[in-house]
């Protein structure tokens, strides 16, 4: 599924619920509007709320419980959010500005920042995981202001839900004379405090995603290569002599896999150019070369044009080897032959050096062009000409081999995806809300610590109220233009 087509189901979604939200409006004028005052249903423009006050008893109940535990969790997450997370978001900010608006800076340290969409940079397939992991963090952000504020006795207001097209938000209305009347630190523990779960969320998360291969050990075997689970639409690997579902792959150009991470591994490795070692009685009995070579960008042409299975490839003299053949010599071979029985590599890291009695035979391809060896479990290998992107971007692996037939309907590659989506959206919802913008925590952070300062050198409110307005358009300004940067960038760039 394209972004275009994802965006196009969004569009059909509101539409239908705008015409019958305006047409019960229009005919059953009165039953409609108690029924959505009673469920707390508000419909809009490409958005719709809930607020419930269904939760506030529990929320209350549950934070004077654990009073003593909760007060010194709050503590704890103010003092790490402002003293850590803060500086952290902040100098992450300035790195990223200097990074992409001056190129004679270079900071090559910091990991490139991108805004993730579905069916643009992340599969269209996973918009449930998606819009659970963005509600799920948004959720537990939220739950943080509700416990924190129930801990002060700031009367809660209610709890809901606001979805944005396909973005959900979690919210919370507090009364806000009883918030304001309280000291700043205690405030500050309040507006902290979301920010902190989401930090915490996400720690959370990331330890159990390095520990699920442990969790699912007893249901799920790892460790013995990946299983291709499906394949996209477009994908050039499952045509009659391509790979199949179920196919176990074992290694990638003599790459050995045995789990998801070994897979991108191999695959940013399957960029290195290499040979194949190929014994001369071989070459002798199935070179098919032409008498005259043709080159043409580049690249060496020896044999027929009609032949579909052949390959020209190059003799590479190697460094430790006494009856090496002069570099520059061809053959015309099929390289499904040469790998059938075993396939050997030889590369320029290893001197392009073979045992003894062979020669080591790199594939003529142009710079755009890879020979891909896939070797599979219990079948034979495939070799595939193209891009290692090609087998990233149209594949569908899975690391987890069910010890029984009863777990095949679960796979814990989709709880991990979950998990890794979760990190990433706790900490960008983190992020985003400790910066000083508008309407965000950092709005209300940075006022907090202003009035401290204020209190400090003995300023009056004009000083409070003219610092806080600064640093919020500051941080507005700085950080509204580089969202919208980076929305541009993930769909009319990257993609």
Not at 462 to 473: A, I, K, L
């Amino acid at each position: 599924m394209s972004f275009t087509i994802l965006c196009s189901f969004v569009l059909a979604f509101y539409v239908v619920i705008w015409f019958f939200d305006s047409f019960f409006k229009s005919c059953m004028h009165y039953p409609y509007y108690a029924f959505l005052e009673g469920t707390g249903l508000q419909i809009g423009i490409l958005n719709f709320k809930w607020t419930t006050t269904a939760f506030n008893r529990f929320i209350y109940r549950w934070s004077k419980n654990l009073a003593r535990v909760l007060r010194k969790w709050y503590t704890c997450g103010y003092i790490f959010t402002i003293w850590i997370f803060l500086p952290f978001a902040l100098w992450t900010l300035l790195t990223f500005i200097f990074e992409h608006f001056y190129e004679t800076i270079q900071i090559n340290n910091v990991p490139e920042v991108k805004a993730m969409l579905p069916g643009v940079n992340i599969p269209a397939s996973d918009f449930w995981v998606y819009f659970l992991a963005i509600g799920f963090s948004t959720i537990f952000h939220e739950l943080g202001h509700a416990m924190a504020a129930a801990q002060e006795d700031v009367q809660l207001i209610s709890v809901g839900v606001y979805v944005f097209t396909i973005i959900p938000v979690a919210f919370v209305q507090m009364n806000s004379e009883h918030l304001n009347s309280l000291a700043v630190t205690k405030r500050l523990r309040i507006f902290c405090a979301g920010i902190w779960h989401n930090i915490a969320t996400a720690f959370i998360a990331l330890l159990l995603f390095f520990s699920a291969p442990i969790l699912f050990n007893i249901a799920y075997e790892t460790g013995i290569g990946v299983r291709i689970t499906d394949f996209t639409d477009d994908s050039p690997l499952k045509d009659v002599r391509g790979l199949d579902k179920g196919d176990v792959v074992t290694s990638i150009n003599s790459c050995e896999i045995k789990n998801a991470n070994d897979w991108s591994y191999c695959l940013h490795m399957a960029h290195d150019r290499f040979g194949i070692c190929t014994s001369a009685e071989f070459v002798a009995q199935n070179d098919e070369i032409m008498m005259e070579t043709i080159k043409e960008n580049d690249v060496v042409e020896c044999c027929r044009k009609d032949d579909l299975y052949s390959f020209c490839f190059e003799y590479l003299e190697p460094k430790v080897v006494a009856d090496s053949v002069l570099p520059g010599q061809y053959s015309c071979l099929k390289p499904r032959d040469m790998v059938k029985d075993k396939f050997i590599k030889c590369t320029e890291h290893g001197g392009y050096s073979c045992p003894r009695g062979m020669h080591c035979l790199k594939p003529s391809l142009n710079n755009h062009t890879y020979l891909i060896i896939i070797e599979r479990k219990d079948n034979n290998a495939v070799l595939y000409l193209g891009l290692p992107y090609d087998l990233h971007k149209t594949l569908f692996t899975d690391q987890y081999f069910p010890r029984l037939g009863l777990f095949s309907f679960f796979s814990p590659s989709q709880f991990e995806k979950l998990l890794r989506y979760i990190f990433i959206f706790s900490m960008g919802i983190g992020f985003l809300n400790v910066i000083p913008c508008y309407g965000m925590d950092g709005h209300h952070i940075t006022r907090s610590l202003i009035q401290v300062l204020a209190k400090y050198l003995n300023k009056n409110g004009d000083f409070v109220t003219f610092f806080t307005v600064f640093t919020v358009v500051v941080g507005t300004g700085v950080t509204g233009p580089i969202l919208i940067y980076l929305f541009y960038k993930a769909i009319y760039v990257d993609n």
